[in-house]
């Protein structure tokens, strides 16, 4: 059994990506499984095969103990990690060869707290996977582009497997695409585009930090993607299939 966890910023995709990915393995005749990690989420654009809301409800969190929105939301993170147990086994049930697991909106509920790091530890597996997910609309600039694979670096940091880095919604920002794609192939064409936003000191150090960023990982390894045209889709999952089977050595 091989579990992809999809990661990325709140609206970057990743409910239509797990979706979409879900989709294409049945479609070529493979099982496939979609799970819902989100005890907060109110309209999934799918129907999940295992779903966290089954056994926790954001709305009961709050009433049963007394949190607004976002501490209750951080609670059920945290209770999604000692229901664990019951999860894996609903999911084994399936005997599905591909999981593909839907996160929290709010990436760092996952990604940053010691639950989300606990899931993904203790999720029994042949192989396991991260997506983290790029809104190409979100890195439209230098800096935030460089923000984003920060972030990228942080949950691959936190989470200790290997990392996949998706560039979405390929149909709708194809220059978008485009731009980060060279930036992210290119150092020096980044670089190029980071000096007409910031000079002197500053730029040699988030030239800097841009360089140590790739070294981790984030960059050359971009996968571009459509959920909704699916173009992209092929390269994705290639990738996804030769990681899951020990196709390179990862270092964290
Ligand atoms: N055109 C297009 N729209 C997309 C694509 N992927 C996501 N979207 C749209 O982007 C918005 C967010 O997509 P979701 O899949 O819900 O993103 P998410 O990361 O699960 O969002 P949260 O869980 O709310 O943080 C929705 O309006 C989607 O329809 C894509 O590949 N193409
Ligand atoms: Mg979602």
């Known amino acids: 059994m091989e579990v992809t966890f999809v990661t990325g910023t709140a609206g970057s995709g990743k409910s239509l990506l797990t979706n979409a990915l879900k989709n294409w393995y049945v479609n070529r ?17 799918y129907e999940p095969d295992v779903d966290v809301r089954d056994r926790i409800q954001l709305q009961q969190v709050m009433e049963d103990y007394g949190l607004g929105p976002n501490g209750a939301l951080i609670l059920a993170a945290d209770l999604t990690a000692t ?18 697991v839907d996160t929290p909106g709010q990436t760092e ?45 942080s949950v691959g940091l936190r989470l200790s ?11 709708i920002a194809r220059d978008g695409v485009k731009r980060i794609a060279e930036w992210s192939r ?18 040699s150090l988030y030239s800097e930090l841009f360089r140590a960023i790739r070294r981790l990982s984030f960059g050359a390894d971009l996968y571009p993607v459509s959920s909704t045209t699916l173009e992209g889709m092929i390269a994705l999952v290639g990738e996804m299939t030769r990681i899951a089977r020990g196709g390179e050595e990862f270092t964290d």
Do not use: C, H, W
């Open 186 to 203: 290119d150092t020096k064409v980044f670089e190029g585009a980071l000096s007409g936003t910031k000079d002197g000191e500053q730029y």
């Open 83 to 100: 229901k664990i147990g019951e999860i894996q086994e609903e999911i084994d049930s399936f005997k599905a060869e591909n999981v593909i």
């Open 161 to 171: 497997v290997p990392k996949i880095t998706v560039l979405t919604k390929r149909d």
């Open 29 to 45: 005749g493979e099982d496939a499984i979609a799970v819902n990690l989100d005890p907060g989420v109110v309209d999934l654009p």
């Open 109 to 153: 509920l996952f990604a940053f707290r010691e639950s989300g790091e606990f899931i993904v530890r203790e999720m029994k597996a042949d192989s396991k996977l991260l997506l983290f997910l790029v809104d190409p609309l979100l890195a439209n600039t230098p800096s935030n582009f460089l923000s984003l694979a920060l972030l990228s670096a």
